[in-house]
């Protein structure tokens, strides 16, 4: 799937250093997920029904 185009957002809670953060961005069909350190690394695409389920889920367990 080509990204050049995708517009990457970061969580507002991320620190000016950075932090452990993850980027996501939307497409059609799908939400891209990256590591903020590591823009040019691998990105792990996921149905939004399947991010809304993990986001769900870590949330019940914090």
Same mark, same amino acid.
């Given at each position: 799937m080509d990204l050049t185009g995708a517009k990457w957002r970061k969580s507002s809670y991320t620190g000016s250093n950075g932090g452990n953060c993850v980027e996501v961005a939307g497409l059609?069909? $799908?939400v891209a997920v990256r590591d903020s350190k590591d823009p040019d690394g691998p990105v792990l695409? $996921?149905?939004?029904?399947?991010?809304?389920?993990?986001v769900q889920a870590a949330l019940s367990t914090a």
């Open positions: 059609p069909g $799908v695409l $996921v149905s939004r029904a399947a991010l809304r389920e993990a």
